[in-house]
């Protein structure tokens, strides 16, 4: 079992920045993907951010060049630095990861039913 814990959303002009952290405990020594997923009410949830074990990162096209996710072992916390923000990223968003070495982080992406453990999920909100 993998405990995972977001935090550092909240409520930000356009424009602006904010940092998420997703605290992972349990077990996660052989977790391969940790990502970054959003959803907004009635949507499907999108993925965001993917950090793979192998130090592979993917982005969705949306954020791309405004996000940065990062991990940290000794911490073992996943990032999200959140930067140029626009009023569509508004969305609760969660951390999940994957135990599954067969796959990269970038099809995660696309397919975050597949995750194996999700964080109860942090809200951001961007006003315009």
């Known amino acids: 079992q993998v405990q995972l814990v977001e935090s550092g959303g909240g409520s930000v002009q356009s424009g602006g920045s904010l940092r998420l952290s997703c605290q992972a405990s349990g077990n996660t020594y052989n977790y391969v993907h940790m990502g970054w997923f959003r959803q907004v009410a009635g949507a499907e949830r999108e993925g965001v951010a993917m950090?793979?074990?192998?130090?592979?990162?993917s982005y969705s096209d949306s954020v791309k060049g405004r996000f940065t996710i990062s991990h940290d072992n000794a911490k073992n916390t996943l990032y999200l630095q959140m930067d140029s923000l626009k009023p569509d990223d508004t969305a609760m968003y969660y951390c999940?990861?994957?135990?599954?070495?067969?796959?990269?982080?970038?099809?995660?992406?696309?397919?975050?039913?597949?995750?194996?453990?999700w964080g109860k999920g942090t809200s951001v909100t961007i006003s315009s």
């Open positions: 999940a990861v994957n135990n599954n070495p067969g796959l990269r982080g970038a099809y995660y992406l696309k397919n975050p039913d597949q995750m194996d453990y």
């Open positions: 950090f793979d074990s192998d130090g592979r990162i």
